[in-house]
């Protein structure tokens, strides 16, 4: 089966990106190493633009937009990081951007959405299909939909989170990310894989919504309701039809956490390594430092994917 991104489209959407995103710097910790009884590597994509990777897939889908296209808009919907990504991306490329975005999603995501410009439609993400509404929002004004994950350019710009990495740290044995609907590990997969073939690509989901790793086990995409969990960037019901055999062919695991094990790893974060991250961006963290996944004695790399959280919210989880 021909995978819908190869590595070409991950280098040209670096190019793309190039001097627009953040080239988002790599942590170590040495009392992590020591927990995980590994040598572990933290790309933080919570130092990226608009707090999230979303902004590199976003701005690689809407600079190939054709003049048309960038005149009539963008929509797209999104529990948070995709949608400040679109809004961001629309903002510097002159373009206007209507984002659906759930009645529940954290504050401090939708007033930077709004901020960036974009008009927030809210919907109940519990009782409305956010597609559903997206689709008409494209139908009705002639705007351009752009998934959060289901989309070449964006699963394309989003491996290049993996590409920076792997072309900072050299040679690694295992390379850990977040999972909700795709579009991260099938990027960070298709360039792990091409650049270290025996490289293993893990994802990580959360206990209560691991619909991927049914899907993989199953083989075939199974939908879920959404999952009440804390990492609402991973509160998908279920991955991709572009996603998915990236996942299936080139993901070689898919784990679980705890929401406790995520306020552990967001609790590690602030109080050794001095940054803030989001539940979801803690998913591939809590997996090696916890002993999920078996890293002992391996060279890991983690996609920390974003740190976009309320802060009185933070405080509960760190009290």
Do not use: W
């Not at 994509?45 to 902004?55: I, L, W």
Request: proline share 3%; with cysteine; glycine share 10%.
């Amino acid at each position: 089966m021909t995978l819908a991104i190869n590595f070409d489209d991950i280098t040209q959407a670096a190019a793309r990106i190039q001097g627009v995103a953040n080239r988002t710097p790599v942590l170590t910790s040495r009392t992590a190493n020591e927990l995980a009884g590994a040598e572990l590597f933290f790309k933080c994509e919570n130092y990226q633009r608009m707090g999230a990777f979303k902004f590199r897939g976003a701005y690689n889908a809407l600079a190939q937009f054709s003049a048309e296209q960038k005149k009539r808009g963008v929509c797209a919907f999104s529990s948070g990081n995709h949608a400040q990504g679109i809004a961001l991306a629309a903002k510097i490329l002159g373009m206007p951007a209507a984002i659906v975005m759930p009645l529940d999603s954290p504050e401090v995501k939708m007033a930077a959405t709004r901020g960036y410009g974009a008009e927030v439609i809210t919907y109940d993400r519990y009782k409305e299909d956010r597609i559903a509404i997206g689709n008409k929002l494209a139908d009705e004004r002639g705007m351009t939909l752009i998934p959060p994950y289901d989309h070449a350019h964006v699963m394309a710009g989003q491996g290049t989170a993996a590409l920076e990495l792997l072309q900072e740290v050299g040679h690694l044995d295992t390379l850990l990310v977040c999972l909700g609907g795709g579009g991260l590990i099938s990027g960070c997969a298709v360039a792990a894989k091409h650049l270290n073939p025996k490289i293993r690509v893990i994802g990580v989901e959360p206990e209560a919504g691991n619909d991927a790793q049914q899907s993989k086990r199953s083989g075939k995409i199974v939908k879920i309701d959404t999952p009440k969990t804390i990492a609402d960037g991973a509160q998908t019901q279920f991955v991709g039809n572009l996603t998915f055999p990236v996942i299936q062919e080139l993901v070689d695991d898919i784990v679980t956490v705890s929401d406790a094990q995520l306020i552990e790893a967001m609790r590690f974060a602030a109080s050794r390594m001095k940054i803030v991250i989001e539940p979801t961006g803690g998913l591939a963290m809590a997996a090696a430092m916890q002993g999920v996944v078996d890293v002992k004695g391996q060279r890991v790399g983690i996609i920390v994917s974003g740190g976009n959280i309320d802060i009185a919210q933070f405080a509960k989880f760190m009290a």
